[in-house]
């Protein structure tokens, strides 16, 4: 929001409700008390009739019968301000709009316009929108299932802090009761949010975004991928162009950081034939692993090329389901049961010294990597775990980890 959108809001706050604390003015502009007295003095050196009181029943109020003259905003200001208002989503500020483009005598120059729906959507994602908009406005506690991309759906309870656009998607900063930790939610993710009908009165202070939903930065994966020329529209909607290396040939060269889980092995493969791994091998292996997976489960039933498949694998296929049994005799992070084999990269303390019981993915300079429940982590886990061990399926590993798990000192109660 710009210095002037700013401004004028606290003008049209103060028309329409009289006096104001700083402290509400701070609240509803979303910015601190200090900024809201810079704003006041501001305003009153540009001839705006705007005073503070001090004490009880004190704040900020305007001068008794002030209307708003559009002479106080410049030609500049006013574009900026009826921007700003217009690009609100759907009708948010259709009304303040109206009554600008009015008072600036100026024609609704109709370049832009923010819709929330999906193609194809309807008015459920904008209704979503407004649910969560008011329920961060009015501090109500939310609920709504979540769909992680650990790939389970369970119940949470948040208190919503702000809404954020982010890349290609919004997304719900909030406070996650079960939790007791803050958790970023992609809109499209959240599956039927209500409020609870609570009101918290807690002060909200979210960590800026820095990866999106709310998978904690384990198990991450520098790639090194190569996309066919025919990508590019979908190589610049999805990667920032820093990332994106043109190649004598057409193709495109794109060197991202991604969390390696069943997310990353979907994406890869909604670009088809489009798309090669360079790095790292096991990325690739594991990928094409899929890749014959989906073509015989199209194909029919027929013989599969076993030599093919077991060199993609890693380890090769057993004949039995393994079980935790086979590996008593090994020495596991003690927080996400990653066997710690020679060649391991451990996991280090607060005072760089190599961590003896966690990885480097789990544990850096004395803290876990990422706060998470071992519900979650055994969701995390599960998918490499089947994947790795032909034969396994997902339930079956982690039926095995829940019985591991609580044995590992991250976990142990």
């Known amino acids: 929001m710009s210095v002037v959108t700013r401004q004028f809001q606290m003008v049209y706050l103060l028309l329409a409700r009289g006096r104001m604390t700083a402290g509400e003015l701070a609240q509803q502009l979303e910015v601190s008390p200090r900024t809201v007295l810079r704003d006041v003095d501001s305003l009153s050196a540009a001839g705006v009739p705007i005073y503070t009181t001090q004490g009880t029943g004190g704040g900020v109020a305007l001068l008794p019968g002030y209307v708003l003259d559009r002479a106080a905003f410049s030609d500049e200001e006013q574009r900026q301000l009826l921007t700003a208002l217009q690009s609100l989503p759907e009708q948010e500020g259709a009304q ?8 600036f005598r100026r024609g ?6 923010v819709n929330l729906s999906r193609w194809g959507g309807g008015t459920a994602d904008s209704e979503k ?8 406005l009015e501090r109500q506690v ?17 208190l919503p802090a702000r809404l954020v656009f982010k890349g290609q998607g919004w997304y719900l900063q909030a406070f996650d009761l079960d939790r007791e930790a803050y958790r970023t939610f992609r809109l499209s993710r959240m599956l039927s949010p209500s409020p609870t009908g609570e009101v918290f009165h807690r002060r909200l202070d979210p960590p800026d975004i ?3 939903g709310d998978i904690p930065p384990l198990f991450r994966v520098e790639a090194r991928l190569r996309f066919a020329g025919c990508m590019a529209y979908r190589v610049y909607d999805e990667f920032d162009q820093g990332c994106v290396t043109p190649q004598p040939d057409g193709s495109l060269l794109v ?15 909604s670009f088809g034939a489009g798309v090669e791994v360079l790095s790292p091998d096991p990325l690739r292996r594991r990928l094409a692993a899929l890749g014959w997976k989906i073509y015989w489960a199209h194909a029919g039933k027929h013989d599969t090329p076993c030599q093919g498949w077991g060199a993609m694998m890693e380890p090769s296929q057993p004949k039995e389901v393994p079980t935790m049994e086979q590996y008593k005799d090994m020495k596991f992070c003690q927080s996400c049961g990653m066997p710690l084999g020679p060649g391991t990269e451990l996991g280090t303390e607060a005072d760089g010294s190599a961590s003896p019981d966690y990885c480097s993915y789990c544990y850096k300079n004395g803290r876990f990597a990422g706060e998470m429940t071992m519900e979650e982590m055994i969701d995390f886990c599960a998918p490499m775990m089947a994947q790795s061990n032909p034969g396994m399926t997902q339930e079956q590993a982690k039926a095995q980890m829940h019985q591991f798990f609580p044995m590992l000192k991250r976990w142990k109660r």
């Open 255 to 269: 060197e991202a950081v991604f969390p390696e889980d069943q997310w990353l092995y979907g994406y890869l493969l």
């Open 129 to 136: 929108f407004q649910l969560l908009k008011r329920a961060v």
């Open 210 to 212: 820095d990866y999106s």
């Open 96 to 103: 303040a709009l109206t009554k600008l483009s009015a008072l």
């Open 142 to 158: 939310l609920r709504f299932d979540y769909a992680s991309s650990y790939g389970s759906t369970r119940p949470r309870r948040a």
């Open 108 to 113: 609704r120059e109709d370049w832009l316009q």
